[in-house]
Each structure stands twice: as C-alpha cells, then as structure tokens.
C-alpha cells in the first residue's frame, strides 16, 4: 500500500473516532455542568426516559435515520447533537491530514486530545458561561508533555516553547483581568484575599518581571507566596499603587534606564506576562487541587462570565478564560497563541455587532472565541507570521 493511501486511510479512521468521541462529547457538555456522571446511567431521551439502544446511539447517522425524533416518544432530538459529533469528527480529519503519520509519527496525537478537550470546554462555556477546571487545566499538561511528541520537521512547539507558550497565555490574560478590573472598579482596590498563591502573588511577579525579567519574577511571585504561608495571610500591596508603580516602571525601563541594569523593555514585558501568566496558572492548580479536598468543593466548573468574580466585582476577562488561554499557548506557542488571540477579538467583535444590529441581546463568552482562534492559528499562524515579517524586512 502506498504511503498516499496509508495517509487516506489513517483520516478516515481518525474521522470515524472523532465522530465517537463527539458522541461522548455531548454527554459530558450536557452531564458536567450539573455534576453528575459522564459515564452512567446510559444515554436516554430526557422526555420520556427511553433508553437509547446501540443503533440510536451511531454518530450522526442515528439522527439522519430517526429525522431528529426519539423512537419511543417522538419528541424532537436537537440539530445540535449531530452538529458536534460533525465538528469533532471533521476537527480530528483536518489534524490526521496535515499531520502525515507515515511522515510526522505521533505528532497528531496530543493536538487531536487537546483539540477534544477545548470543543468540550468552548460548548460548555456557550451553554453556562462556565468553563471546567477539569478540561482547562489538565489540558494544559497536556500541551506541554504532548510537545515531546512533535516530530522537530513540524512547526509545532518544543517542550520549552510550549512551556513558555502557556505562561504567556495566561499572563497576557491575567494582566487584561487585574488592569481591566481595576479600572472598571474605578480605581479601588479588589476586595480578594487569598493565600497562599492568590492574585497578590501575580500582582508581585507583574511589578518585580518589569524591572528584572521572568527570572526576577518568579523569585518574586515565589517569595510572596511563601511568605504568605507563612504568616497565614495575604501579603499584599493594594492593586492600585502596586499597577500604578507598575506603570511607572514599565515607562522607566521603556526610556532605556533598564539597560543600565541590563533590562530592555522586551525583557521587562516578557518578565511581567512570563511571571504573572506562571503563578495565575500555579494558583489555578493550587485552588483546583483544594477544592478536590474539600468536602464541600464546589461546582466543577469555574467561573469565564457574565462580567462579574466571585465576590461580585465587575471584570474585564473571566479567570476561566485564563486557565482556558494556558492549553492554547501551549498548543500554539507564544507567538503562535497571540495570532490566535487576534482572530478571537476579531471573531468576537464580528459576531458581537451583528448580534446587536439583529436585536439579539444574550451575551456571548469569550472563551469559544478564544477556541476557534487558536483552531484558525494552528492552520495558518506560521505562513501568516512569515508574510508578516517579510513585509518587515525581518
């Protein structure tokens, strides 16, 4: 058999699972938010309770064959269900196809996980303004040692570019939630009070990675945290004189004084997102892994929108959409992760202004914008960045 006909079948094939995994997909967008099992009972119809039998249960087929009706009531089934099982399917075709097993080996295998992950995320965020810490965060892992998996001929990241990739994600978003709320608070102070790893240690890595760079930042984030422990309290300098210095700095080491201690102003950037973007996510984990041992943890999802925390402060980014932006910078790199970004403000404006010349007034989340982007980046990110730096000159 030809390595051309290899290729064929290996896409058909991933297809086909793709197509079953949409099938589970929906169980878990439906079950998740209501935190109840993704695994039992069987699936039935939510009208009458019928228990669907393996020939109801064939992906996109069943319903082409049952005209979008239960075979025991004859209640509508949603276009939806069909549509998802669809978009996996073809999502897992479109990786399988630009990624050759006869030439790149595993290579497709950590994007089709986290390309079944995110769709999960991005349906659940649509439906709840919720996204789960247990597809965010583990996906980012997933990004990361997927990178290992890379064959070097592709464009995908290494290990250390996946790494840095999800600390710029989420502190590009990160530092969008301190400043956007800040101002949308007009200035006063955030009401929350964390410890150990809370948002006071982002705020520290922030405001020491401007003036010393990642290194600087981790040192800083890493001290406060601990000295945080150990007073069993926040440490803490109040948001607005801390991004107020934050300001002054940034415009310092802008001015060229950085480079007198060896800090350009790419270096003081990179310190600021790095640091913040490596202790958001840290503190994600460490809050996700406590609410495992409580006895009262709550929802298992986390908060992405409507505009508000937990303690009812307005916000510019939901913090679901800084743990959901960690996988994605992992999976594109860095540079690849800000192409991604674009196209989601892009699409979320796009779609933002014909929701509203059309009337409609539900609010759409960010986080499935943040999704598709980064799809369409995976695709087209390298040969748009290359077009882009010839028309530099670079």
């Not at 992950?117 to 965010?136: E, F, H, N, Q, V």
């Not at 007073?231 to 004189?241: D, G, I, M, V």
């Not at 060896?262 to 990179?270: F, K, M, N, R």
């Not at 460490?286 to 929108?305: H, I, K, M, T, Y």
């Amino acid at each position: 058999m030809s390595d051309a006909a290899v290729h064929t079948s290996w896409v058909v094939l991933w297809g086909v699972l793709g197509a079953l995994i949409g099938s589970f997909a929906n169980v878990v967008v439906h079950r998740w938010p209501r935190g109840e099992s993704v695994v039992w009972p069987r699936s039935r119809c939510p009208r009458c309770q019928h228990v669907l039998g393996p020939l109801e249960l064939v992906p996109i087929v069943s319903w082409l064959v049952l005209r979008g009706r239960c075979s025991a009531c004859g209640g509508a089934i949603s276009a939806r269900y069909p549509l998802v099982e669809a978009a996996m399917a073809l999502g897992f075709a479109v990786i399988a196809w630009s990624l050759p097993v006869t030439e790149t080996g595993a290579s497709a295998l950590p994007l089709l996980t986290l390309y079944a992950m995110l769709l999960m995320a991005a349906l659940i965020d649509l439906d709840t303004y919720l996204l789960p810490d247990g597809l965010t965060i583990p996906a980012a892992f997933v990004g990361v040692a997927g990178a290992f998996l890379y064959d070097p001929r592709t464009s995908l990241p290494s290990p250390a570019e996946a790494l840095l990739g999800a600390a710029v994600g989420a502190g590009v978003l990160v530092l969008v939630n301190r400043l956007g709320g800040l101002v949308l608070r007009r200035l006063k102070d955030t009401k929350e009070r964390l410890w150990p790893i809370s948002l006071d240690t982002v705020n520290a890595a922030a405001f020491v990675g401007v003036l010393g760079g990642w290194w600087a930042a981790l040192v800083a984030g890493g001290a406060q945290a601990l000295a945080s422990g150990a007073a069993r309290r926040p440490l803490r300098l109040p948001e607005p004189l801390l991004y107020a210095l934050w300001l002054i700095a940034l415009v310092l080491v802008g001015s060229g004084v950085g480079e007198a201690w060896g800090v350009s102003l790419v270096d003081g950037v990179a310190g600021s997102v790095v640091g913040a973007g490596a202790f958001a996510f840290l503190g994600a984990l460490w809050w996700w892994l406590a609410d495992w041992r409580r006895s009262d943890r709550r929802s298992p999802v986390e908060e992405s929108g409507p505009p508000h925390d937990d303690d009812g402060e307005p916000v510019a980014m939901g913090f679901g959409d800084v743990k959901l932006a960690a996988p994605l910078g992992a999976m594109l790199g860095w540079d690849g992760f800000l192409v991604g970004l674009l196209f989601a403000v892009v699409l979320g404006a796009v779609v933002g202004v014909a929701q509203r010349l059309a009337g409609g007034s539900r609010f759409v989340p960010f986080g499935p914008f943040m999704v598709v982007g980064a799809l369409a980046a995976l695709l087209v990110a390298e040969p748009l960045l290359a077009w882009y730096l010839g028309l530099l000159g670079v």
